[in-house]
């Protein structure tokens, strides 16, 4: 039973142009989320967190917008680089006592082309 | 500051033959994770560590050990492999329970012939 799903294995975006990856959940506790990008041969690395008391967060190019009553999350960049092609993970935990691990989608790889 | 460290980078074993991957942190993080990723299927959790000397279960745990016996050391022991753990491993810590980013390692990939 996947609690994140990220439904879209790919993505391919002009230089530019504005990218939208979507997440979706269905495990009601979860109340934290993250983005992590990961290249080929390396380790994921974060890239922005939002927790439920928001909607929206933003960090430079990069915004993750949560709706949580549809359990739905987005993250876009604004402008697409070529060195944005990677694939993009989105992860889930609650805050709750014993929940101590984060929970992660399949992926969506990103392919942003001049 | 090395954060995450992951060896080895690259192993090919037999089948039922055993090996330990190693993790270090200098990041003086309690939590603790062992992720394996295959392809298509994200990462999923094979064990965990919450501090030294406690260690639970994760989504996948069968067919691997881990201990704690340091803050900084996580390693992950593979008894008797098998081809269905062929696979990318990767070695996370972070510094809060249950928010905060997890820092990942380089990742180690496990061939099993």
């Known amino acids: 039973d996947q609690q994140v799903k990220q439904n879209s294995p790919s993505l391919s975006v002009q230089e530019g142009r504005i990218s939208i990856l979507n997440c979706d959940y269905t495990?009601?506790?979860?109340?934290?989320f993250l983005w992590y990008k990961k290249y080929p041969a390396e380790g994921p690395t974060f890239l922005i967190s939002i927790s439920s008391i928001k909607d929206k967060n933003e960090d430079g190019r990069f915004t993750v917008f949560l709706n949580k009553s549809a359990k739905h999350l987005s993250l876009h960049i604004v402008p697409s680089q070529p060195g944005d092609s990677a694939v993009y993970f989105c992860a889930a935990s609650a805050t709750e006592p014993g929940y101590s691990t984060l929970t992660f989608g399949k992926g969506t790889m990103l392919l942003v082309s001049p | 500051n090395a954060g995450v460290t992951q060896t080895p980078k690259f192993r090919i074993l037999k089948i039922g033959q055993s090996m330990t991957l190693q993790c270090t942190q200098d990041?003086?993080?309690?939590?603790m994770y062992w992720y394996r990723q295959d392809p298509g299927m994200g990462l999923k959790l094979i064990y965990y560590?919450?501090?030294?000397?406690?260690?639970d279960k994760g989504e996948v745990p069968n067919g691997y050990n881990v201990s704690r016996s340091t803050t900084e050391d996580f390693p992950l022991r593979l008894e008797l492999a098998a081809p269905s753990q062929t696979s990318v491993y990767f070695c996370?810590?972070?510094?809060?329970?249950?928010?905060?980013?997890?820092?990942f390692g380089e990742g180690s990939r496990l061939t099993v012939l």
């Open positions: 495990n009601s506790m979860f109340d934290y």
């Open positions: 560590s919450v501090g030294a000397g406690i260690t």
């Open positions: 990041m003086n993080h309690n939590y």
């Open positions: 996370a810590s972070r510094w809060l329970m249950n928010t905060g980013e997890l820092f």
